[in-house]
C-alpha cells in the first residue's frame, strides 16, 4: 500500500506571510489530488495534478508535480485568515475501485 | 442543491448500542464511500460500492455493516458500539472510470462519540 507522508504536521504563522506544504511518497503516484478541510467539515477537492512537473495555479495557491511524480508540494502566497484549515495530499490505488488514500494532513492556522 | 448529504450530524450513544448512519448523494456517482476520521485527523477507508455492489471492504470489525438500497444510497449500521467507535464518519461519492481521475465530493461528516 502506498504510504503518503505530508510536512510540516501543524504550521502556523501570520497572515500575509507566504507557506509551502509538502507531500511525498517512495512509490510514483498515478495522479494526486490536493483537498482542503474545513472544521466541522468534510475535504474539498482543490486541485487534481497527473504529469510529472505540472504547475497548476488557483488564485493565491500554487500546486506542483515532481517530475519523478514521487512528490508534490502545495504554495500559499499571502495566507489569509480564511485558509485555516486542515490540508491533505490523497492518491489513487492501483485498481479500478476509485479508492483514495490520504497522507495524515497539515494543519495550517493562519493569525490575523 | 447537489451534494452528499449524511445524517445525523452527531450522535451520542452509550457502549453497547447500535446506531445507523445515512447517506445521500444525488450527483449521479456511481460509487460510494466510507472513511473513518481519528482524533489525528487521519481518513481511512472503511468500505466503497459500486452501483449498490461491495467493492471495498477494508479490515473493519464485524460490527460495521454498510447497506447500499441504491446507487444513490449508502449507510452505516454498527453494533454493539464501543468506545474506540468514537470519530468523525465522512461519507463520499464520486465517477470510477478507467484512464480517469475524479474528486470525491464529501458529506460533512457525521461526530460519533460512545461513552
Known amino acids: 500500500t502506498q504510504l503518503l507522508e505530508q510536512s510540516p504536521q501543524f504550521l502556523s504563522i501570520q497572515e500575509g506571510e507566504n507557506l509551502t506544504v509538502y507531500c511525498n511518497s517512495s512509490s510514483v503516484f498515478s495522479s494526486l489530488q490536493w483537498y482542503r478541510q474545513e472544521p466541522g467539515e468534510g475535504p474539498v477537492l482543490l486541485v487534481t495534478v497527473v504529469t510529472g512537473g505540472e504547475v497548476k495555479k488557483l488564485k493565491r495557491l500554487t500546486f506542483q508535480f515532481g517530475d519523478a511524480r514521487k512528490d508534490s508540494s502545495l504554495h500559499i502566497t499571502a495566507a489569509q485568515t480564511g485558509d485555516t484549515g486542515l490540508y491533505l495530499c490523497?492518491?489513487?490505488?492501483?485498481?479500478?475501485?476509485?479508492?483514495?488514500?490520504f497522507g495524515q494532513g497539515t494543519t495550517l492556522q493562519v493569525k490575523p | 442543491d447537489t451534494a452528499v448529504s449524511q445524517t445525523p450530524k452527531y450522535l451520542v450513544t452509550q457502549m453497547g448500542n447500535d446506531k445507523s448512519i445515512k447517506c445521500e448523494q444525488n450527483?449521479?456517482?456511481?460509487?460510494m464511500y466510507w472513511y473513518k476520521q481519528d482524533s489525528k485527523k487521519f481518513l481511512k477507508i472503511m468500505f466503497s460500492y459500486n452501483n449498490k455492489e461491495l467493492i471495498i471492504n477494508e479490515t473493519v470489525p464485524n460490527r460495521f455493516s454498510p447497506k447500499s438500497p441504491d446507487k444513490a444510497h449508502l449507510n452505516l449500521h454498527i453494533n454493539s458500539l464501543e468506545l474506540g467507535d468514537s470519530a468523525v464518519y465522512f461519507c463520499a461519492s464520486s465517477q470510477v472510470g478507467a484512464g480517469a481521475i475524479y474528486g470525491y465530493t464529501f458529506g460533512s461528516g457525521t461526530r460519533l462519540t460512545v461513552v
Open positions: 450527483l449521479g456517482h456511481d460509487t
Open positions: 490523497a492518491s489513487r490505488s492501483s485498481g479500478n475501485t476509485g479508492k483514495l488514500i
